[in-house]
């Protein structure tokens, strides 16, 4: 099995090479990744000659378009659907709003929308408030000990009233990846629509979203080693279905019907840099021709396999600390490596120690306080969250353990 050249990897990040990061170890990666260098020289090259109003006759706005529609095209083939069911706002916050007022004028006689309470807020709060418009907001709640969400439990929720379910493919607290194509076979069996908040998924590996089955999917670039904007999926039925959100006379164009505030045109043509990354990584490890979503499935095992052994010991160690609550499962297999630990009071004195021996961590609720609420954890210190992907290396897992067996209680 080929295995993850990290030289090669750390290579193509500017951050590595900066001198501000000498000596650091970046354990926050769930707020926000790094960003690779195909990206940062497209946003440059952009803001330099290419910030005009796009899509005119001369040439810098002219080139400006094209970018911009390369990455579109270029992310949807990563993605595997087409360039019209991609739509880019400023945010996935911002999508699912934009999103939840379209279901809100939707005329259906099916009235109910499911949330979980393991989801980031991103994508159960916009959905909770349709419940001043005549919506049954009904809740997928986690088992209290364990923070996981059972199918079981989702099928006593589920009837021929149900319009939507809005689930999240991996928690951003728990670090549990979900069976979310399982889910969406679930949720259109009972002719509902399922919303899948992919953001703590996707920095870990790109999915197949037609063979996902999702009817929406959102993920944050900026988490995919990209620029700040929400990227969303949306199946061509949903968008004839719903009502336009953006300007009356684009309601025809399909991929501006649901972002009224159109992001910045720099970040959006930076998007090709993902995909030219994901092309990076795939050419240096392989030699085979492959589609553009072969390419993307082939670097998703190689990050996988990659995070899946820096993460062994680390678990392994908080395994052996009965003193430590760790949250969700240590099964290699169904989390990525977001690791989170309540630790009460103490964990401002650890997160600081942390940061003092070079450890580049969080901690707080993260904009899941359903979750936290739920599992009996104090909102005013929330949780430590040590969060990585798979330019991280060894060592930095190494250093990570050292500074917890220093600072733990």
């Known amino acids: 099995m080929t295995e993850l050249d990290l030289n090669f990897v750390r290579s193509q990040f500017p951050a590595f090479q900066d001198e501000n990061f000498s000596g650091l170890s970046f354990f926050e990666n769930a707020g926000g990744s790094f960003p690779a260098n195909t990206v940062v020289s497209r946003l440059s090259r952009f803001y330099i000659t290419r910030k005009v109003q796009p899509y005119a006759t001369y040439d810098a706005s002219s080139q400006g378009g094209k970018e911009m529609d390369e990455a579109r095209?270029?992310?949807?083939?990563?993605?595997?659907?087409?360039?019209?069911?991609?739509?880019?706002?400023?945010?996935?916050?911002?999508?699912?709003?934009?999103?939840?007022?379209?279901?809100?004028?939707?005329?259906?006689?099916?009235?109910?929308?499911?949330?979980?309470?393991?989801?980031?807020?991103?994508?159960?709060?916009?959905?909770?408030?349709?419940?001043?418009?005549?919506?049954?907001?009904?809740?997928?709640?986690?088992?209290?000990?364990?923070?996981?969400?059972?199918?079981?439990?989702?099928?006593?929720?589920?009837?021929?009233?149900?319009?939507l379910v809005a689930f999240p493919h991996c928690s951003n607290i728990v670090g549990e990846?979900?069976?979310?194509?399982?889910?969406?076979?679930?949720?259109?069996?009972?002719?509902?629509?399922?919303?899948?908040?992919?953001?703590?998924?996707?920095?870990?590996?790109?999915?197949?979203?037609?063979?996902?089955?999702?009817?929406?999917?959102?993920?944050?670039?900026y988490k995919t080693y990209g620029p700040h904007l929400g990227v969303m999926y949306l199946s061509k039925r949903l968008n004839n279905l719903l009502e336009n959100q953006g300007h009356y006379f684009n309601e025809h164009i399909p991929t501006k019907r649901f972002t009224p505030a159109g992001p910045d045109h720099a970040q959006i043509a930076s998007l090709a840099g993902i995909a030219d990354y994901v092309d990076a990584i795939f050419n240096h490890h392989f030699d085979h021709e492959a589609t553009p979503e072969e390419r993307a499935k082939c670097v998703h095992e190689l990050q996988r396999n990659h995070e899946k052994k820096l993460l062994a010991p680390l678990l392994n160690y908080l395994k052996g600390r009965i003193d430590v609550q760790l949250i969700g499962s240590t099964n290699l297999k169904s989390r990525v490596p977001t690791v989170s630990l309540n630790l009460g009071a103490s964990v401002e004195k650890v997160t600081m120690g942390l940061c003092n021996d070079g450890m580049?961590?969080?901690?707080?609720?993260?904009?899941?306080?359903?979750?936290?609420?739920?599992?009996?954890?104090?909102?005013?210190?929330g949780v430590l969250r040590l969060s990585f992907v798979h330019y991280t290396s060894e060592q930095d897992v190494e250093r990570l353990i050292a500074a917890l067996d220093k600072y733990l209680p």
């Open 73 to 163: 095209d270029r992310m949807s083939k990563l993605l595997n659907v087409t360039g019209e069911e991609l739509h880019l706002g400023p945010s996935t916050s911002s999508n699912t709003y934009v999103l939840s007022q379209a279901f809100r004028t939707l005329k259906c006689k099916r009235n109910v929308i499911v949330v979980t309470n393991q989801d980031h807020e991103a994508n159960s709060g916009a959905w909770w408030r349709l419940s001043r418009d005549g919506f049954e907001i009904r809740e997928w709640k986690v088992n209290r000990e364990s923070g996981q969400l059972s199918l079981g439990d989702l099928k006593s929720l589920l009837d021929d009233s149900v319009l």
């Open 177 to 221: 990846i979900n069976p979310a194509k399982d889910i969406c076979r679930l949720i259109q069996s009972y002719g509902a629509f399922s919303c899948v908040d992919g953001v703590s998924y996707v920095p870990h590996g790109f999915p197949n979203f037609s063979d996902l089955g999702a009817d929406i999917y959102l993920f944050s670039s």
């Open 360 to 381: 580049m961590v969080a901690s707080g609720d993260f904009y899941a306080v359903r979750l936290l609420e739920a599992l009996g954890i104090d909102l005013k210190y």
